[in-house]
């Protein structure tokens, strides 16, 4: 039969002793117990957590907990000349134990979830002489109080309270003393002096500000957003994008597939989309035109992180079809948003570029928003453009009507524009940040300055 806490016969100073005695040996023989249970590499994983969990809930329980217990019996049937001890009497157990128990839980759940072969090294790694001995002192103390709790009955008041203070530092005079002179009122004082928790605020990731900041300069032109799923297919990623079957951008050297597919066709292969553009593909295949839309998202390219790379990014991407759409409006569009994130004074310009989803494609620049398009700042070069007045951007183009063979769309009579932007370069140039990788770390330091 386990332990459980029992309502007190009397609230004789030897009654209370012994109940409080029984409690600690009960508590104290049963962490034992789960100590060894958890370091038992027969039991798995899911069996020692669940163990741990039990005897969590046994003793901590807010509702049938142990320690709950002792407030319900002992406390609440107190008579009244007795409440104000037992409650000394119970603090002190709490506080002795409490933040203690939780702490060793939390400790042992890091054992209590490592797999079987996991526990088997570490218990290599522990079985050294010190750790043997370690272990035989557990034992002893273990049978102690085992026989101890066995004889608890038999044992007379003076007893019980040298057990009480020596294994277990709870001392009931000290609660009888305390009740009398009534310190727990002094205790209980509140002193409104002593300054209070703060809190501080969480604020959006400076990623995050930059995308929705994007996102809202499309949203007034009319915009609307569409997201799709992270792990793709070959088909939505390139093969409806345009991409020709030996398009190197499949290779494992840009591209993060997920393994053991070969079996597949290409096109049902999976991926971790290296572009937002699925999205437009999805979107214009649910939706028939006028399409306006941005698809905001993280991307991930098989590149090694460095100062300007890394493997994980986000983008935002635009999509616009309808009739007589014409290059005009891409620009137009798009002077608008360069001008709408970083100030009015900035100009663009158009470079002819490739994609196999835009014909024509161009590579966007703005004027250097650093050297204000000179080339020079303070009489030096302008580092930021390498001295050239303009920095590239992102790219756009008119949306190769092939594509629109893949979504049903009637290449003669609607057209459109697409346009894609990388949402930490962006960033970079508007917070002048020199890393990419700050944006990941998550270092509060380099954060809390976009708060
Ligand atoms: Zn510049």
Redesign the pocket.
């Known amino acids: 039969m386990p332990y459980t806490v029992h309502k007190l016969n009397d609230y004789s100073e030897e009654t209370m002793l012994r109940a409080v005695v029984q409690f600690r040996l009960a508590l104290k023989i049963e962490w034992f117990e789960i100590e060894q249970k958890i370091v038992n590499p027969d039991l798995t994983s899911a069996a020692r957590q669940d163990e741990l969990k039990k005897f969590r809930d046994r003793w901590l329980s807010r509702k049938s907990g142990q320690f709950s217990q002792i407030n319900e019996l002992w406390l609440k049937n107190a008579p009244a000349d007795r409440k104000k001890s037992v409650g000394h009497l119970i603090n002190q157990l709490k506080q002795n134990d409490l933040p203690q128990i939780e702490q060793l839980i939390e400790k042992r759940g890091f054992f209590a979830r490592q797999s079987s072969d996991a526990i088997l090294s570490i218990n290599r790694i522990f079985d050294d002489e010190k750790g043997r001995k370690l272990q035989q002192e557990t034992l002893v103390t273990q049978s102690r109080m085992n026989s101890l709790l066995q004889t608890l009955e038999s044992l007379g008041s003076e007893e019980l309270q040298k057990i009480a203070i020596e294994e277990f530092h709870v001392d009931l005079s000290e609660a009888l003393e305390a009740a009398a002179k009534s310190k727990d009122l002094a205790a209980e004082r509140l002193d409104i002096t002593l300054p209070g928790i703060r809190r501080t605020m969480g604020a959006e990731h400076p990623v995050i500000k930059t995308m929705n900041e994007i996102i809202g300069v499309f949203r007034n032109l009319g915009y609307s957003v569409e997201e799709g799923p992270e792990i793709e297919t070959d088909y939505y990623n390139f093969e409806a994008l345009n991409f020709p079957p030996d398009h190197p951008a499949r290779d494992t050297q840009d591209t993060l597939f997920i393994a053991g597919q070969e079996s597949k066709p290409l096109r049902d292969r999976l991926l971790l989309r290296t572009h937002t553009s699925p999205v437009q593909i999805r979107t214009m295949q649910k939706m028939k035109p006028p399409v306006r839309v941005v698809c905001p998202g993280k991307v991930h390219r098989n590149d090694a992180a460095d100062a300007t790379h890394s493997p994980i990014f986000h983008q935002v991407e635009g999509l616009a079809v309808d009739t007589n759409i014409t290059f005009c409006d891409l620009k137009g569009t798009l002077d608008h948003a360069m001008k709408a994130l970083f100030g009015s004074s900035v100009k663009t310009r158009f470079y002819p570029s490739f994609f196999p989803f835009t014909e024509p494609s161009a590579d966007v620049q703005i004027?250097?928003?650093?050297?204000?398009?000179?080339?020079?700042?303070d009489g030096a070069p302008?580092?930021?453009?390498?001295?050239?007045?303009?920095?590239e951007l992102l790219g756009c183009g008119m949306v190769d009507p092939n594509v629109y063979g893949f979504v049903d769309y009637d290449a003669t009579k609607v057209s459109g524009f697409a346009f894609g932007m990388g949402v930490e370069r962006i960033a970079i140039l508007k917070y002048g940040v020199d890393d990419i990788q700050l944006f990941f770390q998550g270092d509060v330091r380099f954060l809390e300055q976009f708060g």
């Not at 004027?367 to 700042?377: L, V």
Request: aromatic fraction near 10%; include cysteine; proline fraction near 0%.
């Open positions: 004027s250097c928003i650093f050297c204000d398009g000179k080339g020079t700042r302008c580092r930021n453009c390498k001295a050239s007045g303009w920095i």
